[in-house]
């Protein structure tokens, strides 16, 4: 979202209210964007006009429900205000599959390798 609301800066509040007119928007890996003031403005405005389209959501995120109500700065604490109003947490926890998959690669390596 953030690399398409700058490519076309004339454009931005037609792509946000685009972004409002789906049913359903999924944001994943959210907090992972640039920490950058453009790119929190940015977020703000998605996550705002979302909250006031009063339309549903669903955030995938590597923060923390800790991090979620202990924002860095103001800004954070704007988006995290509203997210935790429209989105109910569930903390999904098990195996990161990367990484079993990663490992398994790598012990087949060493089998290819030693054999």
Known sequence: ILNDLAAS???RNEYISRLCRY???IL??????????????????VIDSRYRSG???IVTT???????????DTAHSRIY???????????????????ETAK???ESMKKLITD
């Open 62 to 72: 590597n923060l923390t429900l800790d991090d979620l109500h202990n924002p860095e």
């Open 23 to 25: 049913p359903l928007l």
């Open 81 to 99: 205000d509203r997210l935790l109003s429209m989105c109910v947490p569930v903390r999904f926890t098990g195996d990161n599959f990367r990484q």
């Open 28 to 45: 994943d890996d959210f907090g992972m964007e640039r920490g950058t003031d453009y790119g929190l403005e940015q977020v703000f405005n």
């Open 9 to 11: 800066f004339e454009g």
């Open 55 to 57: 339309k549903p959501l």
């Open 104 to 106: 398994r690669k790598m």
